[in-house]
């Protein structure tokens, strides 16, 4: 299947597979090169074995495996392969030799360049020993791990396009500005209103003003919680996030004074505040393009997403039951474990209120999802509301 995807795609490269490592992991380099020349003979696989005629250039390939041993990312040459590797939109897999070192966070921790560390974390990880190195083979060939095209949405496109940017930088930032509200610390508190002097990019300005829109289609100037919650889980999607509600809600008290509740609403001048400090930790005021790669890339998912057809509905999933006692703990169960384990699914009770839709009756509710779950009980269809 990737041989055959290799043909079809848009942008060809060489080599479907490149393998890598430090010299300490490159017997592991060899093992792994020697399983897929016998075990999948139509890819065409390239490794680095620290010979230059022998070596295959990281850029004539879209998927790079890096073997991760002891100290091998004080390794300078390696970590300047997984570099170049990013630059050209390559996939990074990384091959954890679990013998070696044991505490992959512990080997994170020696690598200084944050943008590298951040990408590693994100790619795909696969646990390595030499007594199981088919298993690694075909957990590496898994459909949707290797890369054989170089696809990107026409959001991402437009938003790299605008600066020049690539992939894995505007990965970063969207990852970073998550990362604001799961701070918790209250950082922001300490700066956000003493300096009010934005001196921000124009673009920047642009798509901040844009965002805010984005959260107050009927301009009135506020922002209430109801309706900052359902823009903030599309934000959190678009910038490839698990949607949580304790962390909307920090975010959205610090966007405002502190000490308000969530019965306050945002003004411009708040929300502007916040991202104001959050360009800054970016680095937007010490002219990293990146933050408007990332505010721009923003708005456009966002305006995009909102008009899809999932959109259209307020809810993907309605949870009705026959209101009987036993029922609702049933229920509740049920939608914690959904809200744990699928956080992204927009998921309601029958019996339940949902804050700013306190007038809206179930059957609108029904009405208004895309999924019905019918919580099956003993006569449950002689309940009158459920059937309704």
């Known amino acids: 299947k990737i041989a055959k995807a290799k043909t079809l795609a848009s942008v060809k490269r060489k080599y479907d597979i490149c393998i890598t490592a430090s010299p300490d992991g490159m017997p592991v380099t060899n093992q792994l090169f020697e399983a897929f020349t016998k075990l999948s003979p139509a890819l065409c696989v390239g490794r680095n074995v620290g010979d ?34 990013l630059e050209n939109e390559g996939n990074i897999l990384l091959v954890h030799h679990l013998t070696s070192c044991p505490d992959i966070e512990k080997e994170l921790e020696k690598c200084e360049d944050k943008v590298l560390v951040a990408s590693l974390k994100r790619a795909v990880r696969f646990t390595y020993m030499p007594e199981v190195v088919a298993s ?5 060939l898994e459909p949707g791990t290797v ?41 922001v508190y300490n700066t956000k209103f003493t300096d009010k002097k934005s001196n921000l990019p124009g673009d920047i300005e642009s798509a901040i003003k844009a965002l805010f829109e984005l959260y107050d289609p009927e301009k009135k100037g ?18 490839g996030g698990q949607y949580n509600e304790m962390l909307s809600r920090r975010c959205f008290s610090m966007m405002n004074y502190p000490g ?26 010490d002219g990293d393009r990146d933050a408007s790669m990332h505010y721009k890339y923003v708005v456009d998912k966002v305006k995009n997403t909102k008009k899809a057809k999932r959109y259209n509905k307020l809810f993907d999933l309605f949870i009705a039951h026959d209101r009987a ?44 999802s895309h999924n019905l779950l019918i919580l099956l009980t003993e006569d449950c269809f002689a309940s009158a509301e459920l059937c309704e």
């Open 147 to 187: 890369k054989t095209d170089d696809s990107k949405s026409p959001r991402t496109k437009t938003a790299l396009s605008s600066v020049g940017g690539k992939s894995f930088r505007l990965e970063y930032k969207n990852r970073f500005a998550l990362g604001v509200a799961e701070d918790g610390s209250g950082q």
């Open 222 to 239: 506020l922002i209430g919680w109801p309706q900052f919650a359902e823009v903030d889980r599309i934000v959190t999607e678009c910038l």
């Open 52 to 85: 230059k005629v022998q070596n295959a250039d990281v850029r004539y390939t879209f998927n790079l495996i890096v073997v991760l041993t002891e100290d091998a990312l004080t390794c300078a040459p390696l970590l300047e392969e997984i570099k170049i590797s």
């Open 260 to 285: 308000l509740t969530l019965e306050a609403d945002i003004s411009f001048t708040t929300f502007h505040n916040y991202h104001l400090f959050v360009a800054k930790q970016m680095g937007a005021m």
């Open 325 to 368: 006692k036993k029922s609702k703990p049933f229920a509740t169960a049920v939608k914690k474990s959904l809200c744990a384990h699928t956080p992204n699914i927009r998921v309601v009770v029958c019996n339940e209120k949902v804050a700013g839709r306190e007038d809206t009756t179930s059957s609108q509710f029904a009405a208004s």
């Open 136 to 140: 690694v083979l075909m957990a590496v």
